[in-house]
Nanobody, 121 residues
Framework: VQLQASGGGLVQAGGSLRLSCAAS????????MGWFRQAPGKEREFVAA????????AYADSVKGRFTISRDNAKNTVYLQMNSLKPEDTAVYYC???????????????WGQGTQVTVSS
């Protein structure tokens, strides 16, 4: 499975960004897509996840009500709509995949390259 993340950038606090993650290859072996982020000096943390089939989702408490994860099965693409961004959301964002829905990054099998999100105050 190959994952390609895009959509990062610089935005002011309160603004919005939409990240995309396009999956290719043996996508049938990756039933769950997740977004994670890693700020400098911090561990990688869970942001959101979605199952390709059925669309079940999970969110970190820190982003609930502000971020929305969605998928387009026809395009094999998962999106992360980020609204009301805060400076503390600044990080490199990664998409990843595995079979079952999980929040622990160590359980994910495939990873895309990161995309930088910077929120200025």
């Amino acid at each position: 499975v190959q994952l390609q993340a895009s959509g990062g950038g610089l935005v002011q606090a309160g603004g919005s960004l939409r990240l995309s993650c396009a999956a290719s290859g043996r996508t049938f072996s990756s039933s769950t897509m997740g977004w994670f982020r890693q700020a400098p000096g911090k561990e990688r943390e869970f942001v959101a996840a979605i199952r390709w089939s059925g669309g079940s989702t999970a969110y970190a408490d820190s982003v609930k009500g502000r971020f929305t994860i969605s998928r387009d099965n026809a395009k094999n693409t998962v999106y992360l709509q980020m609204n009301s961004l805060k400076p503390e959301d600044t990080a490199v964002y990664y998409c990843a995949s595995r079979q079952a829905l999980a929040t622990n990054p160590r359980l994910y099998d495939y990873w895309g390259q990161g995309t930088q999100v910077t929120v200025s105050s």
